[in-house]
């Protein structure tokens, strides 16, 4: 079964010859599933999706507003401000109601029994939120909110190229681990980013786990 960390794994092979690859990382204003870094800083994002509905629920992430502003030559977006209300909303109000409602995936382990066996996979699950807007604010669009080249990967056929918006490329990643290239990533813009950004966020939250080990070796 095609999971996230396959995927990944694929990627790295596919994305040998950028030097900086990195995995559930935050450089942008949200959790990348994979980033890699040519060596002239040219930065490549893939968003990895297992399942369809998944795919469709990414699209109310804010980091499609951004895209879609910058593609139009847009120099702000709108962003809402809101108060949570609800952290479960019911099915049928998500649907009588979407723009009320905004969406996260998360992992967790399920284990599978397979042949008298035990295997534990990973399964996506999607977690929905209602919100009550209580006013916008106008957001500059700026390159440096934006990958270079953007990307889905996906397993082989879960979507079509032209389910993809016209700023993103289309990667399939087959059982056994080989990619190809569906739909190429155009260049969203030619800036080149700041690794020591990523590499300082990067220690941080390393520093802080590694104090928090330290500390209760300690005690």
């Not at 006013?135 to 390159?143: A, C, D, R, S, Y």
Request: charged letters at 30%.
């Amino acid at each position: 079964m095609m999971n996230e960390r396959k995927i990944q794994s694929a990627l790295f092979k596919a994305f040998h010859s950028h030097p900086y690859k990195f995995t559930n990382a935050y450089y942008f204003n949200n959790e990348s599933d994979w980033l890699s870094f040519l060596a002239s800083g040219f930065c490549y994002e893939v968003e990895i999706k297992i399942s369809r509905s998944d795919f469709k629920a990414d699209f109310k992430k804010e980091k499609h507003v951004v895209h879609k502003s910058h593609e139009s030559k847009g120099k702000t977006f709108l962003r809402k401000t809101y108060d949570q209300i609800d952290a479960n909303p019911s099915w049928d109000f998500c649907r009588q109601f979407p723009e009320l409602i905004t969406s996260r995936e998360y992992f967790i382990n399920e284990s599978v029994s397979i042949d008298n066996e035990w295997d534990l996979r990973q399964v996506a699950k999607i977690r929905y939120h209602m919100q009550l807007s209580s006013g916008i604010e106008f957001v500059p669009t700026e390159q440096k909110m934006l990958p270079n080249k953007f990307f889905y990967a996906v397993p082989v056929g879960l979507i079509s190229k032209e389910e993809v918006p016209d700023y993103a490329g289309l990667l399939y990643v087959d059982e056994l681990g080989r990619v190809t290239k569906i739909k190429d990533g155009k260049f969203l813009h030619k800036e080149k980013l700041d690794v020591k950004k990523l590499f300082s966020k990067t220690y941080y939250v390393y520093e802080r786990e590694l104090l928090n080990k330290l500390t209760l070796n300690n005690n």
